[in-house]
């Protein structure tokens, strides 16, 4: 199998927000250094400035931390199932941090082989939650701001109407499946889930590479061929 090497969104997001914690650190770095320095040297104003641009570089390296602290831990769990998948059998291929046209986002991980078009979504989540057709819930039964089954099943939808177009044979059948992969094991499963599935990362070579096989090679080829412009494929 194949796995692609264009660099992950979350990734990005992650050397953004060290950048920023970098950023706030040489203000403090300055500040501090600048008032310690030259303490017996500067006036009252310049001695404000010093101490304000290094309470300016505490607030933006907090904030970036923070913020990086969130984005490596999609980073983390996007790596797992990247390795998870590594063991998929050689007629499937798959290609990570897709972005389509239009798609306002980007898909984790997408999963093409004779069984179908797989749009995985890594979540790393450490709350517990309970996950419904439309909404996840906390353990205290409120409704969660996070929901990776609206995010998921809008992704399938505007792959499928992106792909659909530019197929030479229409299927008439649904070929693209969304998947939701925890990286915890952390879900309280109450009801039975139709609309996707939520397959953990130890479990996603076997659920993709056992089920009926509904594409053809060419196929296979056809669609890996037109999603290759929006992710590097070895």
């Avoid at 203000?27 to 641009?53: C, D, Y």
């Avoid at 970036?64 to 050689?90: D, F, M, N, Y």
């Avoid at 889930?193 to 009926?212: A, D, F, G, N, T």
């Amino acid at each position: 199998m194949h796995i692609s090497k264009q660099k992950s969104h979350v990734k990005s997001k992650v050397s953004h927000y060290t950048k920023i914690t970098l950023l706030g650190i040489i203000f403090i770095l300055i500040g501090v250094s600048g008032i310690i320095l030259f303490i017996r040297t500067l006036e009252l104003l310049q001695v404000s400035i010093l101490a304000l641009l290094a309470i300016a570089g505490v607030i933006i390296s907090e904030y970036g931390w923070s913020k990086r602290k969130i984005w490596s831990k999609g980073a983390r769990g996007e790596k797992i199932v990247a390795q998870k998948l590594k063991k998929l059998p050689k007629k499937y291929t798959a290609i990570r941090d897709v972005k389509i046209p239009n798609m306002g986002g980007d898909i984790d991980h997408v999963v093409v082989g004779p069984t179908g078009i797989y749009v995985i979504e890594t979540k790393n989540y450490k709350p517990t939650y309970i996950p419904d057709e439309d909404c996840w819930y906390h353990t205290s039964g409120r409704v969660s701001d996070l929901n990776p089954a609206k995010q998921v099943k809008l992704q399938v939808s505007k792959l499928n109407s992106y792909l659909e177009p530019k197929m030479r044979k229409k299927s008439g059948k649904a070929v693209i499946f969304p998947v939701i992969s925890p990286i915890n094991h952390n879900l309280i499963l109450k009801n039975k889930i139709k609309s996707y599935e939520i397959i953990y990362p130890e479990k996603l070579v076997h659920h993709i590479s056992h089920r009926r096989k509904i594409l053809n090679s060419s196929e296979v080829k056809e669609i890996i061929n037109i999603l290759a412009e929006y992710g590097s494929i070895n």
